[in-house]
């Protein structure tokens, strides 16, 4: 069973910084494809930020200059650094895993094609 657990969710302020953390262990080996989602209130969820297993990384338009993916190999964990957030940032994030090779782009827009999901953890952003 894939494990991921979500850390780094809260309430900043328009403009501020949140850094989330995903650990799944054993999942460069495993050479799964992983990314991070989102859904805000009254939505359907959305592909944030993918990275593949060659390192390639893909976002949504929504984030694109201002959230950066990455990953540390030697502690099995996946990053998401949010910048300059705004108010329609707020929505529950989600680390997601999936058994099959998919370049970045295709993990983006996979979203609940995803196999395995943690449960989330929420991002407040306030104006």
């Known amino acids: 069973q894939v494990v991921r657990v979500e850390s780094g969710g809260g309430s900043v302020q328009s403009g ?3 850094s989330l953390s995903c650990v799944v262990p054993g999942y460069i080996c495993r050479r799964l494809s992983m990314g991070w ?3 805000a209130p ?3 969820v959305e592909g944030v930020a993918a990275i593949d297993d060659n390192g390639n990384t893909a976002y949504s338009e929504s984030v694109e200059g201002r959230f950066t993916i990455s990953q540390d190999s030697a502690k099995n964990t996946l990053y998401l650094q949010k910048n300059r957030m705004r108010p329609e940032d707020t ?10 090779q998919m370049t970045a782009i295709q993990i983006i827009r996979a979203t609940v094609g995803m196999d395995q999901w943690g449960k989330g953890t ?3 952003i306030s104006s």
């Open 42 to 44: 009254g939505k359907g």
């Open 37 to 39: 989602y989102r859904q």
């Open 16 to 18: 501020g910084s949140l």
């Open 91 to 100: 929505a529950m994030h989600y680390c997601a895993a999936d058994g099959d």
């Open 122 to 124: 929420l991002v407040t």
